[in-house]
Structures are given as structure tokens and as C-alpha cells.
């Protein structure tokens, strides 16, 4: 069975501090990992995915298989980064069985302090 | 593109009742997946489906079940409810073709269901 774990509840940071927020999953075969983020008042929506390698709003995400890590990073944190971010894990396979079920982990509320 | 829809928004049930919600997903999408959102849990899956055949299902009691119609809109039914089922069940659409990670999925808003 997969889990992803994500330590920090809450994380406050000030404006323009770096930012980490760290996701560590455990699966036995080869993942997809992803990071939806839920601003106030909206819908969960996808932020970004380790497979597109991709920086999206600034943040970046690097998979880690050997620390089975893949932890949300951000240089400059901004006001409007306050959100929940949710880590996200889908199992890989080739013939894409149980590929649409994602395995969240419970979020971290950032807090980005003006 | 209208995003998810998610119809009622809220619910109020009773013990031993039965509810059944609805999702409208993103025109031209094949794939409705359900969550359901607690703050003991978090966001836990429920099933998938994809042309109207349910494709992968969550660690959950059979209470729970559902379907989707030809024009891909689904619906979700708790039978027997318990006070354990109050959550946000939350809808969710995608292409649903190829790999997941190719077409990821767009959130309703959610329907928050308390049972009393």
C-alpha cells in the first residue's frame, strides 16, 4: 500500500524568506508525484507534477527516490503563496491500471507573514 | 469551460438515511473520481469511473457506491449513513485516457454532508 506523509500541519514563513515544504511518500514500485495546492476560497488544483519538471508560480519540486522525497521548494516566499498544499502520489504502470487513484497526504498550511 | 459541478453544496442527514450526490464533470471529460475529505483523514479515494465502468475503488465500505450515466455525469450514494460519513466529498474530473499523469484532475467544489 502507498502513503504519503507530509510532517509540518502548518509552516509560517516571512515574505521573501525560502520556502520547503516536505512531502516523503513510501511505495514499493515507481510513483507519480504531485502537488495540488488549495488557495482560500477556491477549488484543490493541480500545482505541479515531478514528471513535467517543470517550475510553476516559482516553486519547484525534485524527486527523490533514495530518500523517497519529493519535497516543494520556493526561493522567495509570497503573500499570496498562503495556501494549503496537499503532496500527491499515483501509482505508475504500464497498462495505467489504478493510475487515477491518487494518494494525498493530509497538507501543510503555509503561511507567508508580509 | 464550466469547471466541476457539484450539486447540493450542502446536506444535513440523519443516521440509518440514505444521500445521493451528484457531479457534473468538464465537458469532454471521460473520468469522474471521488473523494472524500476529513480532518482526521484528509482527502481518502473513494472509486473511479471511466465510461461508465468503475475503474479503480478506495478501502471503503460497500455502503458506499456509484455510478456514471453516458454523458459521463456521476453520482455517489451512501446507504445506512453514520455520523462517521460527515465529510466534504469532493468530485473530481479528468481526460481519463493514457497515464494519469498526462491529464490531471480538476476539483469541485465539494459537497459537505453532516449526518446527525
Known amino acids: 500500500a502507498q502513503r504519503v506523509t507530509q510532517p509540518e500541519k502548518l509552516l509560517s514563513v516571512f515574505k521573501g524568506a525560502p520556502v520547503e515544504l516536505k512531502c516523503n511518500y513510501s511505495?514499493?514500485?515507481?510513483?507519480?508525484l504531485f502537488w495540488y495546492v488549495q488557495y482560500s476560497r477556491q477549488r484543490l488544483q493541480l500545482l505541479l507534477r515531478?514528471?513535467s519538471r517543470e517550475s510553476i508560480k516559482g516553486f519547484t519540486a525534485d524527486l527523490n527516490k533514495g530518500e523517497t522525497s519529493f519535497h516543494l521548494k520556493k526561493p522567495f516566499a509570497q503573500e499570496e503563496d498562503s495556501a494549503m498544499y496537499y503532496c500527491?502520489?499515483?501509482?505508475?504502470?504500464?497498462?495505467?491500471?489504478?493510475?487515477?487513484?491518487?494518494?494525498f497526504g493530509k497538507g501543510t498550511k503555509l503561511s507567508v507573514i508580509p | 469551460k464550466a469547471g466541476v459541478t457539484q450539486t447540493p453544496r450542502y446536506l444535513i442527514k440523519t443516521r440509518g438515511q440514505q444521500v445521493t450526490l451528484s457531479c457534473s464533470p468538464i465537458?469532454?471529460?471521460?473520468?469522474v473520481s471521488w473523494y472524500q475529505q476529513t480532518p482526521g483523514q484528509g482527502l481518502q479515494f473513494l472509486f473511479e469511473?471511466?465510461?461508465?465502468?468503475?475503474?479503480n475503488k478506495g478501502n471503503f465500505p460497500g455502503r458506499f457506491s456509484g455510478r456514471q450515466f453516458s454523458n459521463s455525469r456521476s453520482e455517489m450514494n451512501v446507504s445506512t449513513l453514520e455520523l462517521g460519513d460527515s465529510a466534504l466529498y469532493l468530485c473530481?474530473?479528468?481526460?481519463?485516457?493514457?497515464?494519469?499523469?498526462?491529464?490531471?484532475?480538476?476539483f469541485g467544489n465539494g459537497t459537505r454532508l453532516t449526518v446527525t
Open positions: 511505495y514499493s514500485g515507481s510513483p507519480e
Open positions: 515531478h514528471i
Open positions: 473530481a474530473s479528468s481526460d481519463g485516457t493514457g497515464e494519469y499523469y498526462n491529464s490531471p484532475l480538476h
Open positions: 465537458s469532454g471529460h471521460r473520468s
Open positions: 500527491a502520489l499515483s501509482p505508475h504502470s504500464i497498462s495505467g491500471a489504478g493510475s487515477y487513484q491518487l494518494t
Open positions: 469511473y471511466f465510461s461508465e465502468t468503475q475503474r
